[in-house]
């Protein structure tokens, strides 16, 4: 009973590298988004897809990229970290019975510290 | 702009106390849903609303939608320490599958 898997679970950067945070669920699901979450707050949007090949921007998603080239993997990949990226990552699928109405199943999430 | 608002922010209570968290928003959502989520874990769903003034259930927690599908309530009765954690509400934008959370309310039920 994997679920969503997320990896890695802790990472430190350092201002202007760039990384990748992986996300791979297996419950064949077809809609899957990655949130940030700062210290105490809710969740904001980055990126989401509906379906292998289609994707679409969030909330935030200046300084991240994504791509979706199976129904199984979401990666996230940050380009030139920045310390406003500190931040817990979380990935997240669904099967969406009904437009809004399908269940968000989360990953254990990425703690990220840019430094 | 945050769409979805929460409060209280911050809500610290006694156990056997009743609360209600609030999610409000000008805009029309198809369905609300509340997830509850404890510190190092992703958050997990507690209830969906879809139709506009419904009532749910669950235990000690009731969910309300408002008639106008623009905001939610959530009522505990007779707080738990197992009820401590962050409630978020959420919702898919415009129809679409953009889910967006609220602020959250983060509360501690003290025994």
């Known amino acids: 009973n994997a679920g969503v898997t997320q990896t890695p679970k802790f990472r430190i950067l350092k201002i202007g590298q760039s990384m990748t945070l992986q996300c791979t669920q297996d419950m064949n699901h077809n809609y899957m988004y990655w949130y940030r979450q700062d210290p105490g707050m809710g969740l904001k949007l980055i990126y989401y897809?509906?379906?292998?090949?289609?994707?679409d921007k969030g909330e935030v998603p200046n300084g991240y990229n994504v791509s979706r080239s199976t129904t199984e993997d979401f990666p996230l990949r940050l380009e030139l970290a920045a310390p406003s990226q500190t931040s817990v990552y979380f990935c997240?699928?669904?099967?969406?019975?009904?437009?809004?109405?399908?269940?968000?199943?989360f990953g254990e999430g990425s703690r990220l510290t840019v430094l | 702009t945050q769409l979805l608002e929460q409060s209280p922010q911050f809500l610290s209570i006694q156990e056997g106390e009743n609360l209600t968290v609030y999610c409000n928003s000008s805009?029309?959502?198809?369905?609300l849903q509340w997830y509850r989520q404890e510190p190092g874990e992703g958050p997990v769903l507690l209830v969906t609303?879809?139709?506009?003034?419904e009532v749910k259930k669950l235990k000690r927690l009731t969910f309300q939608f408002g008639d106008a599908r623009k905001d939610s309530s959530l009522h505990i009765t007779a707080a738990q320490p197992g009820d401590t954690g962050l409630y978020l509400c959420?919702?898919?934008?415009?129809?679409?599958?953009?889910?967006?959370f609220g602020t959250g309310t983060r509360l501690k039920v003290l025994a």
């Open positions: 805009s029309v959502f198809s369905s």
């Open positions: 609303v879809v139709t506009g003034g």
């Open positions: 897809s509906v379906g292998a090949g289609i994707t």
């Open positions: 997240a699928s669904s099967y969406l019975a009904g437009a809004g109405t399908g269940e968000l199943f």
């Open positions: 959420a919702g898919a934008q415009g129809g679409t599958y953009k889910y967006i």
